[in-house]
């Protein structure tokens, strides 16, 4: 399966490393806007994206065009998997054009897995189901490392609905391989205690008050509706216990930030007053979004 | 008046307690002698020195998807490949399209296995209308038209209220309520045993508690009733130590387990391949223990494939989207012997036993019907194996029409040889 980027699980620290090194001289460095480096001239870029999405998918394109390569965008509304065509059978279609890579997003959890298999085209994980969003977790650990310097030792905290978030997964995986210690928080039903054994150096603590106590970075969690088959705690109840509020930024270490995958719900699971503060890193989490993926094609399309 | 005689083998037949190299005499497709030494004129021999003559292997749990899903397996194929893995009597299940549910499709069933199937196909009827689980099925009808059991295989009879009225039936009736134990509202969704892998792939899981539950309801519903309760695929600690207390309280409780349940747990998985996607699911390491150790103290009363054949693009899938159900004919002895035998875990006659005589006690049959024995009168039923002999299992060579198995490409020590339904010979291993 080529150079495939199928989940963080499966890299190791150096493969990590060596991306977010290279992420590093994507950034726009306070210019204008990413630079044009044309180490791709020629590929071409699939963006298969079965699933909504908007920054993902743009982040994708934008770096492809950057790294000089061609893209072809499709979603699951306008594919021929609305016309009943299985999805192994529209991805041997997509791969018979000769695409370099193709960049998939799937509802269900391990759909690129299980395709990697089948296919010889190098497949980029952007997100399946609950499982893993891979570039996701880089994009987090540049942000960190720009803000904070190093991984390992830091004291991570990650809220919300942990059970449904392929984001919570990668970054746990993730960031467990650098050494830093993390804390889940969430409601008991979307954070099962087996979630602690998935990575070493995992712990759960059901008491938001508890969790950010000397936290150097709280990432918070969207409650996806999509996904929760069953009546899920009131609004309300939920901000009341594990909404992020001043309050505990106040218990958290003196430079902490606070980072979201987006899109986020003000009042849900995060107040307006912290998603606007200078602790917030939600922007710049979108903006590393594209070096980081230009670094990730570029391995990808080089190998 | 046709006859059969297997010399020089090895018999053993669990049901009598014979163990030693005799003779089996098949007439006029019922066995008529086991002894030293038979002769018989006009005879047909088959020389079985160095091999096993165990009785006829009986599988109580398989899915033969016919009629309606025809595309997957027949009674003809699913036959074939019940005769591939030493196997000369399955009951099927009714989860077909339409389900069994009535005595026409039993008696159609019954029919086309009489023209087309090589081995017994006894059907298993619903127990309630199109196994939805709220009008019991005509339970009565089925069972004159050969029916020798009832389940809602696939699905749980959720409404206890139902289960209690079919438990009533099937107990004037004097035959087994197979469950499918499962609580549909706490397994909702789930694909894989809930644990620390379904958390890491992301997968919905199937808690043990939600197969924990129905036992434990059952067993309480038999007491209540009397009836003949058997747990289909048993697959947790909690339920084999719940049917073994249900027995100790003298309860007519029986489980199964299936090969593929004993032989794998979570961590053989291969991520999101479906060829691991059943139910239930395979369990956590402690759960297969439970099962192989409910084996061997008894608790758990026979072996039996599930035999669930799909169709190629059926299984090739997003792991969430492809059904439940694998392969299990060909591979059970083999898979049986590993884990059981080979391990020390228990006897070769002990695991003749698990697929003779105790499935036959399971469904009861009796009479002309009696099986499972090697005993004069009986169907001239047999299976002969060799317990030790190399095989590898290449899918692309079963007799199945379906592939999804996770064993495909394995090496097995020791499998059947000569599958003989009613003094004929229904399959003979390749190399013998």
């Known amino acids: 399966m080529g150079r495939s980027l199928l989940g963080i699980e499966e890299l190791d620290r150096i493969e990590i490393e060596r991306i977010l090194d290279r992420a590093v001289a994507f950034q726009p460095h306070g210019g204008p806007t990413f630079a044009k480096v044309n180490t791709c001239t020629g590929m071409m870029v699939v963006n298969a994206f079965f699933e909504n999405s908007t920054r993902t998918r743009s982040s994708f394109e934008i770096a492809a065009h950057r790294l000089g390569a061609d893209t072809l965008s499709i979603t699951a509304a306008g594919s021929s998997v609305a016309k009943g065509e299985s999805l192994v059978d529209t991805l041997n279609t997509l791969a018979a054009m000769r695409p370099s890579v193709i960049v998939m997003r799937h509802q269900a959890s391990g759909a690129p897995h299980f395709l990697a298999r089948h296919l010889s085209t190098p497949i980029v994980n952007a997100g399946d189901g609950t499982h893993e969003h891979p570039t996701q977790a880089l994009l987090d650990a540049r942000t960190i490392l720009d803000r904070c310097g190093r991984l390992e030792g830091l004291r991570v905290v990650i809220i919300g609905d942990i059970l449904h978030s392929r984001v919570a997964r990668s970054n746990i995986f993730l960031l467990s391989k650098f050494g830093a210690s993390v804390a889940l928080c969430g409601p008991p039903p979307l954070l099962p205690r087996e979630m602690a054994a998935i990575a070493p150096g995992i712990e759960i603590e059901y008491d938001m008050k508890r969790a950010v106590r000397g936290a150097q970075v709280i990432m918070m969690l969207r409650v996806q509706l999509e996904r929760i088959h069953e009546p899920p705690m009131q609004a309300g109840e939920y901000f009341r216990f594990y909404g992020l509020r001043q309050e505990h930024i106040e218990l958290a270490h003196p430079d902490v930030i606070v980072m979201h995958p987006g899109p986020i719900n003000r009042g849900r699971e995060i107040s307006s007053e912290v998603a606007d503060s200078q602790r917030s890193m939600i922007l710049n989490q979108v903006e590393n979004g594209v070096p980081v993926r230009m670094a990730v094609l570029e391995r990808v399309l080089l190998s | ?432």
Request: aromatic content about 4%; glycine content about 10%.
């Open chain 2, 1 to 432: 008046m046709k006859k059969l005689l297997i010399r020089n083998g090895r018999v053993i037949c669990p049901a009598t307690g014979h163990d030693g190299v005799a003779d089996v005499l098949i007439e006029d497709g019922r066995i008529a002698a086991v002894g030293e030494r038979l002769s018989a004129s006009g005879a047909e021999t088959v020389d079985a020195a160095g091999l096993v003559v165990a009785p006829g292997f009986i599988d109580i749990h398989v899915h033969l998807r016919e009629p309606g899903f025809t595309h997957c397996e027949t009674i003809a194929t699913g036959s074939r490949a019940a005769a591939a893995g030493g196997f000369t009597t399955v009951c099927c299940m009714p989860n077909t399209n339409p389900v069994n549910d009535s005595a026409t499709v039993t008696t159609y069933i019954v029919e086309k296995a009489r023209r087309e199937a090589v081995v017994r196909v006894c059907p298993i009827g619903a127990i309630t209308k199109g196994s939805e689980g709220e009008e019991l099925a005509a339970i009565g009808s089925m069972i004159a038209a050969g029916a020798v059991a009832i389940s809602d295989d696939g699905r749980p009879v959720m409404n206890a209220r139902v289960m209690r009225r079919a438990m009533e039936t099937a107990r004037a009736l004097d035959i087994p309520v197979i469950q499918h134990c499962e609580d549909l509202n706490l397994s909702a969704g789930g694909d894989m045993h809930e644990c620390t892998d379904s958390v890491r792939l992301g997968l919905r899981g199937i808690p043990a508690a939600a197969e924990d539950v129905m036992v434990a309801r059952d067993i309480l519903l038999a007491e209540l009733t009397g009836a003949r309760y058997h747990v289909a695929h048993i697959s947790t600690k909690n339920a084999v130590a719940m049917v073994a207390f249900a027995r100790r309280r003298g309860l007519p409780v029986t489980c199964e387990a299936t090969p593929h349940h004993i032989a794998l747990d979570t961590r053989h998985m291969r991520p999101y391949d479906s060829n691991y996607k059943m139910k239930p699911p395979l369990r956590s390491r402690e759960h297969v223990e439970a099962v192989i150790e409910g084996i061997v103290s008894g608790a758990v009363d026979c072996l039996a494939t599930d035999h669930a054949p799909h169709a190629g693009d059926d299984k090739m899938q997003e792991f969430e989207r492809c059904p439940f159900g694998i392969l299990g004919l060909e591979t059970a002895l083999g898979v049986a012997l590993e884990v059981l035998v080979h391990s020390g875990r228990i006897s070769l006659n002990r695991l003749i036993a698990l697929f003779t005589s105790e499935p036959a006690r399971v469904i009861g049959w009796k009479g002309e019907q009696a099986r499972g024995a090697l005993k004069p009168g009986m169907l001239g039923d047999v299976t002969i194996l060799h317990p030790e002999y190399p095989w590898t299992y290449d899918v692309k060579n079963s007799l199945s029409k379906s592939a999804n198995t996770p064993f495909n490409g394995r090496t097995f020590r020791g499998g059947p040889i000569l599958t003989i339904v009613g003094g004929e010979i229904v399959w003979k291993a390749p190399s013998f």
